[in-house]
């Protein structure tokens, strides 16, 4: 396979994940990283700039299906927005093998995070456990 088609595999496998909500940079920074050897700041900067169309799309679909809650949304990106700006100086800055163990610890962070509150169920409180309201056209 050459080293084309690897890219546009890579690619793909992202934006499937990333379309269905999954966080398709979770796997598109370490499959490049690892088999194609792009430095993690590298891999980093592409996953952003194919995120922004990825998202955008998927936002107009969400937002069409009315699954965007627009006053709660404020409460994420405000901070979101300033947190962004502020590491991103810093992250430039850092050693790609750093980015690297700091991108891996995150991962093993989040599954750890996963496993424990769904496969224990911690993390639920049943009584305040907010149902998502799904329009009756997608219902099946």
Not at 73 to 93: G, H, K, N, R
């Amino acid at each position: 396979m050459s080293e084309g088609w690897l890219y546009f595999a890579i690619g793909l496998t992202g934006g499937i994940l990333g379309g269905m909500g999954m966080g398709g940079g979770t796997l598109f920074i370490p499959l490049i990283t690892i088999f194609m050897n792009v430095e993690q700041i590298t891999a980093q900067a592409v996953n952003l700039i194919a995120f922004v169309p990825m998202a955008l799309v998927t936002l107009i679909i969400h937002i069409k299906n009315k699954l965007v809650d627009f006053n709660s949304v404020w409460y994420l990106l405000l901070p979101s927005l300033i947190t962004t700006i502020l590491t991103s100086f810093y992250a430039v800055d850092l050693k790609s093998e750093i980015l690297k163990k700091s991108f891996g610890v995150f991962l093993i962070l989040i599954a750890v995070a996963m496993f424990v509150s769904e496969g224990f169920g911690f993390f639920k409180n049943k009584k305040e456990k907010k149902q998502l309201k799904i329009p009756k056209d997608i219902k099946q």
